[in-house]
């Protein structure tokens, strides 16, 4: 069974840190692209990042470019997400997700989320 | 980017009810070279991870219900529940993945 967990979410202050880990399980990790998705409260969903299956390849949205890094360790199965410069709009629940076999893009294994709150 | 716009945000219904709601993007998702559209639906109940239903535009994930069909191509796709079962009630989102990612704003569905 496919299984994601995300960990490192918290109360951060406007301009400080925070590194989120997603520990995979029950698939081959390494063979699989990885993305970060985030959900502000009571709105929609957004992609935040995504990396390749070596993490020689990572991209971003403009909304989080040069403040996010996405970084993978294939040999602990784990991915993660360094945000740095963090404002109140960065205020949500991420969600790492697994790339649908044969599908780039396609999310078909999500974590539970990790609940991030940008707040003084 | 590619914006992905939904409608209706929200609608009521009853169980046993068709449902349709649609999904129409800002250019096209078919790419010609594989007859593709690059284009999900994804599932989230409250409290919820969202939960792949289709890719495609039109391939059930393995496990869903054949009661949710996918449809459409180019810039205008429709989710079709057959029967709406009281564990639909979620909000549904598409997403593109022609580029990089967008989603839609989300179609809730509500107990009428």
């Known amino acids: 069974e496919v299984q994601l967990v995300e960990t490192g979410g918290g109360l951060v202050q406007p301009g400080r840190s925070l590194k989120l880990s997603c520990v995979a399980s029950g698939f081959t990790f390494s063979s699989y692209w990885m993305y970060w998705i985030r959900q502000a409260p009571g709105k929609g969903l957004e992609w935040v990042s995504s990396i390749n299956t070596d993490g020689g390849s990572t991209y971003y949205p403009d909304s989080v470019k040069g403040r996010f890094t996405i970084s993978r360790d294939n040999a602990e199965n784990t991915v993660y997400l360094q945000m740095n410069s963090l404002r109140s709009e960065d205020t949500a629940t991420y969600y790492c997700?697994?790339?649908?076999?044969?599908?780039?893009?396609?999310?078909?294994?999500w974590g539970q989320g990790a609940s991030v709150t940008v707040s003084s | 980017d590619i914006v992905m716009t939904q409608t209706p945000s929200s609608q009521a219904v009853s169980a046993g009810e068709k449902v349709t709601m649609s999904c129409k993007s800002s250019?096209?998702?078919?790419?010609?070279?594989?007859?593709?559209?690059?284009l999900a639906w994804y599932q989230q109940k409250p409290g919820q991870s969202p939960k792949l239903l289709i890719y495609w535009a039109s391939t059930r994930e393995s496990g869903v219900p054949d009661r949710f069909i996918g449809s459409g191509s180019g810039t205008d796709f429709t989710l079709t529940i057959s029967s709406v079962q009281a564990e639909d009630l979620a909000v549904y989102y598409c997403q593109q993945y022609y580029n990089f990612p967008t989603f839609g704003g989300g179609t809730k569905l509500e107990l009428k």
């Open positions: 997700a697994k790339m649908h076999y044969g599908s780039y893009g396609v999310m078909d294994a």
């Open positions: 250019q096209s998702l078919l790419y010609n070279e594989n007859k593709k559209n690059y």
